[in-house]
């Protein structure tokens, strides 16, 4: 009598999963077939019972059902992006908030260790290749998640890589590095330990250039451009952001490298050479490590496809330099929180494992993302935007302008170069003066991220810091050198390659109402004059 109703207890087994499908298609029914005069509001009926329907059953967890509104409502054309997520943050801030969640997906399910393994192993083990590898992937990882978990990622690695070195011709590890408590609590003495790991760190410093939603300041540059001028007025999006950093953060991780090398190699000098053996045990220790993660699971899979379809939609958003699929829906704006939060939504859906017998985990838990989600970060971002609304409303900033005008008298790319400096070191955002906005601003919002001088500067810093032997002084050196070197090459990217990409040759129509005075001039015209500029 049992058997009789096996298929229907394994159906009953998974009625969330077939709630959460069957009910969104089925509610279509309500607006589809309503009065045209009555079409967006059936729309939002439907949103409202969707949402209703998923907390009711707790087919994901409450609180990512309640982010539905902010995929659901643009996408009907019921409220645009920016429209609802007033209502829980900002809309950078909602980006930010799920590229994070995206983040911890990817860590949960052990890909970042996967992909780091992987190229390290495919860069080279000999000892300038080891540092470049290590670079490679620090910078790559913290592209897309925290700069703060690339680099802890990268800790036991080198630690890995430094047991192997270390230990004795049967490949057991001497006395120093037997005790792993003791190893956590005193790090070793190993110059070039410290040189790997101050190689991680500053590598994920330069990382989170590279893509908008890779470190706060960057996001500060689109929501600031967005406020001011009007969402997509600025030809600024995830893809020319790309186009501009990605080309300057490889360079500046190529530099970083070369003058760590330089440095080992001075530091090191008399030291005994690198031998095979040690390459050997570098090698057996990294396809050690591959072997025990085995071949990728479901789980890793699917996170994977995931984060390339969100990276794939941020992206074609709006690229400028083709039409993007936002552009489709005209009846709301879609902005770029909508598809990170259908991804987020996505990774509380999808399960873990396929199983015809019981349901599995979705490929992400909230306890997870409650216990690893930086919240201070998030509330980091929103100090700093509510600081900004501030100086504009107060009057500060122009007072500040006033107290700056001796700055009309230099040509503009002095005055970057004084924006860029000032950043770097004093991690300080300037006004703009009558340029093209985006010329300034750029420039000041990567440079937030080039703090490499101190421990306390970044969380990267003060984590490698706290595991190695080095003195504040000896990262102050490298840190000072490498801060010139990005200066410069930052002054250089946005002075050539930016210029077509971003329409640095001219003042933009775009920014023409919030600064009427300002008649056409070029960013890198420096013989042209601005009537009435202050």
Not at 322 to 351: E, R
Request: aromatic share 8%; charged share 10%; glycine share 6%.
């Amino acid at each position: 009598m049992l058997n009789m109703f096996n298929p229907v207890l394994r159906v009953l087994r998974f009625w969330r999963s077939w709630i959460s499908v069957i009910a969104p298609v089925v509610l279509t029914a309500i607006p589809l077939t309503a009065d045209p005069e009555n079409e967006k509001a059936m729309w939002c009926a439907y949103n409202i019972l969707v949402c209703a329907v998923y907390w009711i059953c707790e087919c994901t967890p409450l609180a990512i059902t309640s982010l539905l509104p902010v995929v659901l409502l643009p996408l009907t054309g019921v409220a645009s992006t920016n429209a609802v997520c007033i209502n829980y943050l900002k809309g950078t801030n909602m980006m930010f908030l799920a590229g994070l969640v995206m983040a911890i997906a990817v860590e949960h399910c052990g890909l970042h260790v996967r992909i780091a393994l992987n190229i390290i192993q495919g860069v080279g083990t000999s000892k300038r290749m080891l540092m470049l590898g290590f670079m490679i992937c620090a910078m790559f990882l913290s592209m897309w998640i925290s700069n703060t978990a690339a680099t802890a990622m990268m800790v036991p690695i080198v630690d890995a890589i430094d047991k192997a070195i270390n230990s004795d011709q049967n490949g057991n590890e001497t006395d120093e590095h037997k005790d792993i408590e003791t190893t956590v609590k005193k790090p070793r003495d190993s110059k070039s330990r410290n040189f790997l790991l101050l190689a991680c760190a500053y590598a994920s410093n330069i990382g989170g250039t590279g893509v908008i939603t890779g470190s706060p300041p960057n996001l500060v540059v689109l929501s600031t451009l967005n406020k001011e001028f009007g969402t997509g007025k600025a030809p600024l999006s995830y893809a020319t952001w790309m186009a501009f950093n990605v080309p300057l953060m490889l360079v500046n991780t190529l530099a970083a490298w070369c003058l760590l090398i330089a440095m080992e190699a001075y530091a090191t000098r008399g030291s005994p050479k690198p031998t095979r053996e040690g390459e050997l045990k570098v090698k057996n220790i990294l396809a050690g490590k591959k072997r025990e993660l085995g071949k990728m699971s479901l789980h890793e899979i699917q996170v994977l496809i995931l984060f390339i379809l969100l990276v794939i939609l941020w992206f074609f958003q709006d690229p400028v330099f083709i039409t993007g699929w936002a552009s489709f829906f005209t009846k709301a704006t879609v902005g770029s929180a909508t598809p990170a939060v259908l991804i987020v939504w996505m990774l509380f859906l999808l399960p873990k494992n396929v199983s015809s017998t019981q349901p599995s985990e979705a490929l992400l838990d909230w306890h997870t993302v409650e216990k690893r989600l930086p919240w201070g970060v998030i509330l980091l971002l929103g100090g700093g935007f509510a600081l900004a609304d501030a100086t504009a409303s107060s009057g500060l900033s122009n007072y500040l302008a006033s107290k700056l005008i001796s700055l009309q008298y230099l040509e503009t790319w002095q005055i970057n170069l004084i924006i860029s400096c000032a950043t770097t070191f004093v991690t300080e955002m300037s006004l703009s003066l009558c340029q093209n906005p985006i010329y300034l601003m750029m420039t000041a919002a990567v440079c937030c991220s080039y703090a490499f001088m101190l421990p306390v500067a970044t969380a990267p810093n003060a984590i490698v810091f706290s595991h190695s032997t080095m003195k504040t002084s000896d990262m102050m050196k490298a840190g000072f050198l490498l801060n010139i070197i990005c200066i410069i090459t930052t002054n250089f990217a946005i002075n050539t390659w930016g210029v077509p990409l971003f329409g640095l040759s001219e003042f933009p129509a775009w920014a023409g109402p919030s600064a009427p005075s300002c008649n056409i001039t070029s960013g890198l015209d420096l013989s042209t004059t601005i009537p009435g500029a202050l």
